[in-house]
């Protein structure tokens, strides 16, 4: 049996070290063990091992309740048990959820029917798990992040991974709200760095003549207001990294500055003549081609060539179909815990809207319609009729892929909808095609010669994955 695909979520400590003890004792089990909180970090769209929920109180069955929500609404495969000690009651679930549970069992008179549980939902093998008897390479906690959040970004994972374990300057492009600072923070969270402060500077935002305080920090006296010394970004950031946002609408003394800093790492205060160093790791994001830029001699080209030694293009969502539902999904367990609601699930009309609107805000975008559709919904599912009128309305162009008419080729647009289904299967189950094919209710020799037929073999991601 494999242990790295157990895990024990308790907050009441005699109750876990009770579990704990049993499973060592009578299964030679040592499963995660962690607390209802610290588990989130641990679930991902990949992980497919048993949780066990352990209950001792009416605020842990609440707890259990909205954790099981958040895992029914993400499509999570992790087998949930809730296991409860005497004064925890069991709290109600719609039936729905009631079918995915793997038991709900009582302790200790249920101990013998959880060991039962176990073996059979971890005596399969397969599938990822919750690796809490190894650590977890630096490729895999990328990936398991990315996979419930941005699943198309995964042909990158070894490039993003090399560029978090290493002190490079890293450069972001993508329209605004494409995700490029939550790619940035999870670069940080996978550095040495992780420890130490990410803090991000809205360039934009940023009044032209205040730009070099917020950078550097000024002394007292520097210019008119400046009543008191203070402190700038790059010293504030200390040993840890400093996201630029919106680096293109910095001016060329600007750029001058941010040029010195990242050769030499020195600074100096605005109205002061003391020499400082940046210690930080810089991150860099531009919602414009600063290529393009340079060339057009609107960027200066050496301070590009320092920005650019790995780079990153985030496409705009219209472009990322596979990621819509795993970013809706993960919005709307959060939402729902926020607003105390008792979703556990979208309906497949409103994930098809998401699906097919446009998004020119992007992520921000897509953001604020599944919070106003959660905050508006009631009931156990998140309906159509809860998104923005918008979303409801839009119809995209009708027109196939050779430009013509859509209603001049059932054909095609049967063949392009049966395509998109097959790429958001894979995506869903990090590009297993033992997986995707079992979601999809369809062999592993049938989904193999559709995606020839579709020409998905040669996908980075396909022949990335391990299937």
């Known amino acids: 049996m494999s242990c790295n695909r157990l895990a024990l979520a308790a907050d009441d400590p005699l109750l876990g070290n009770a579990v704990q003890a049993f499973l060592k004792k009578n299964g030679e089990l040592e499963p995660l063990v962690c607390s209802f909180g610290e588990i989130r970090d641990h679930l991902g769209r990949d992980t497919d091992g048993v949780l066990i929920l352990a209950l001792a109180s009416p605020v842990d069955c609440e707890k259990a309740l909205r954790l099981v929500q958040e895992i029914t609404l993400q499509e999570f495969p992790v087998a949930v048990v809730l296991l409860h000690a005497e004064l925890a009651p069991f709290p109600e679930m719609p039936l729905r959820v009631d079918f995915h549970l793997a038991g709900r069992l009582h302790w200790p008179e249920d101990a013998p029917r959880l060991l039962r549980v176990i073996k059979e939902r971890t005596g399969k093998g397969g599938g990822g798990g ?59 969270d996978c550095s040495p760095r992780k420890s ?14 205040l730009i070099e305080s917020a950078f550097f920090g000024h002394s007292k006296g520097a210019f008119t207001g400046a009543d008191r010394a203070k402190e700038g970004k790059f010293a504030a950031a200390g040993e840890g990294s400093l996201l630029l946002d919106e680096i293109d609408t910095l001016g060329f003394e600007q750029q001058a500055g941010l040029l010195r800093v990242i050769e030499t790492g020195e600074y100096e205060p605005v109205g002061s003549n003391e020499t400082k160093r940046c210690s930080a790791r810089i991150i860099v994001a531009s919602n414009w081609d600063l290529q393009e830029m340079a060339d057009k001699g609107r960027f200066r080209p050496d301070l590009y060539y320092r920005l650019n030694v790995m780079s990153f293009h985030l496409p705009p969502v219209r472009e990322r179909v596979e990621d819509i539902g795993p970013l809706a999904r993960g919005m709307a367990a959060r939402f729902n815990t926020k607003f105390r609601k008792e979703l556990f699930d979208i309906s497949p009309q409103a994930l098809a809207a998401l699906e097919t609107f446009q998004w020119p805000g992007n992520i921000r975008q897509l953001e604020n319609a599944v919070q106003q559709a959660v905050l508006v919904s009631s ?3 998140l309906l159509l009729d809860h998104l923005p009128q918008p979303v409801r309305d839009y119809s995209p162009p009708p027109v196939n892929g050779n430009g013509h008419a859509a209603g001049e080729s059932l054909v095609h ?33 049938t989904l193999y010669k559709k995606m020839k037929k579709y020409g998905l073999m040669s996908a980075p991601s396909v022949r990335t994955a391990l299937s």
């Open 130 to 188: 919750f690796l809490g008897a190894r650590k977890e390479t630096l490729e895999e906690i990328i990936s398991r992040k990315l996979l419930s959040q941005t699943p198309s970004l995964l042909p990158l994972v070894e490039r993003i991974a090399l560029a978090s374990a290493h002190d490079v300057t890293v450069l972001l492009t993508g329209e605004t709200g494409t995700g490029k600072t939550y790619l940035a923070k999870l670069m940080h």
């Open 196 to 209: 130490h402060a990410f803090l991000v500077v809205p360039c934009g935002a940023q009044p032209a003549n």
């Open 379 to 381: 009931g156990h599912e």
């Open 413 to 445: 647009n049967r063949e392009a909808l049966e395509r998109s289904v097959i790429q958001k299967a894979l995506a869903s189950h990090g590009y297993s095609r033992a997986r995707a094919a079992h979601s999809l209710g369809i062999s592993r020799v």
